[in-house]
């Protein structure tokens, strides 16, 4: 998650599209909030590829479905997060590798 967002932002400052953005009618939160769910989405739709994983254990090794709930939601939180934690350190760094490093830090 934070690999996705993190490039987001800065991605566009190094190709010179953010000024672009700026100029249309987007305001500032509604670029930011689009980036974020775009991030998040992408996020998603590779966390719920782990569905039948997670389903399996519970058939197999009789996790309550209490239990899935709770480690689906944490994951959730988790995937929150890491989109924010992005999303925050591409706004602020100049350079994409500085993003990702400070992302990951």
Same mark, same amino acid.
């Given at each position: 998650?934070?690999?996705?967002?993190? $490039?987001?932002? !800065?991605? +566009?400052?190094?190709?010179?599209? &953010? +000024?672009? &953005?700026? *100029? $249309?009618? *987007? $305001?500032?939160?509604?670029? !930011?909030?689009?980036?974020?769910?775009?991030?998040? @989405? #992408? @996020?998603?739709?590779?966390?719920? /590829?782990?569905?039948? =994983?997670? #389903?399996? &254990?519970?058939?197999?090794?009789?996790?309550?479905?209490?239990?899935?709930?709770? #480690? =689906?939601?944490?994951?959730?939180?988790?995937? /929150?997060?890491?989109?924010?934690?992005?999303? %925050? /350190?591409? %706004?602020?760094?100049?350079?994409?590798?500085? =993003? #990702?490093?400070? =992302?990951? $830090?």
């Amino acid at each position: 998650s934070p690999a996705l967002s993190a $490039s987001s932002l !800065v991605g +566009e400052r190094e190709r010179g599209l &953010l +000024e672009g &953005l700026q *100029l $249309s009618t *987007l $305001s500032a939160r509604e670029i !930011v909030w689009g980036k974020a769910l775009s991030a998040f @989405a #992408f @996020a998603l739709l590779a966390l719920l /590829c782990t569905l039948p =994983a997670i #389903f399996s &254990l519970a058939v197999w090794l009789g996790v309550p479905n209490r239990q899935i709930a709770v #480690f =689906a939601s944490w994951q959730l939180l988790i995937l /929150c997060l890491g989109t924010a934690v992005g999303l %925050a /350190c591409s %706004a602020w760094a100049r350079t994409r590798q500085y =993003a #990702f490093r400070s =992302a990951y $830090s």
